[in-house]
């Protein structure tokens, strides 16, 4: 520890200390959260495009413990319970992307380049599909946990011994979300953080529920003002 220590002293000094400590989970405040639905009603199915941004710049590896970089749309029954299951089609970015087991580069998301992604709960399992350019390139199925309340981006970082610089914005597009029963309110659990919204509406009196873009906004993983550190 205290050679630790010792480091980020001179490291500060020399002025190159990134803002986060090593081994931290960063997580970006640009972000939309959806749920949980009124009564008993829960989401049966989402479907959404990801305009994805640049690979982040900036970021810095130092040894083995890399750096990486997540960005996302999720599911769950719970607001975030750690021991509930999360739902959640996924870019992801490591500066060597093989040493996380994908076989891309570093120029390169995991996943795609543009992303359609759609889930849908079918006979209690959460059919998932990654489509691109209207090829399916990746699926999975999963038995549900318990119904699903909520639907959440994020921005993430894992810092590694590194750190994880920016990532520019992105887009979520043509976002549906389809409910089990009529809720005429569930636009009252949409929060925006940092983000904008086109306009979340419902056109069939509740069940489902649609727009047309989130905007989320630039992430400085580094910055202390862009981000949460868990
Ligand atoms: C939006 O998504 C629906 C499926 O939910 C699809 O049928 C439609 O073509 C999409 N629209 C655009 C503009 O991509």
Sequence with gaps: MRSVYALTQLAAAIGAVASQPADS??????????GPPSGNSHITKATYSIVPPSVPSGAKSNGD???????????SSTAGDQDA????????????QESQGCPATAQEWCVAASTYTPFAVVNSMVVQTVTMNDK??????DALDAP???????????TGAGSCGSVDGWKITNLTVTLSGADTSFDSVMSLDSVTDAEFKST?????????????????FDSSDDTQVQ
């Design 204 to 220: 069939d009196g509740g069940i489902t529920w649609h727009t047309d873009r989130i905007t989320v906004n630039t992430i400085d």
């Design 25 to 34: 989970w960063v997580f970006g405040n640009s972000l939309f959260y959806l």
């Design 136 to 141: 399916i390139i990746s699926k999975e199925s």
């Design 85 to 96: 299951n999360l739902y959640q089609p996924i870019f992801n970015w490591c500066p060597d």
């Design 148 to 158: 699903l309340q909520y639907l959440y981006s994020s921005n993430e970082c894992y």
């Design 65 to 75: 413990d890399e750096p990486w970089v997540s960005v996302w749309v999720g599911a």
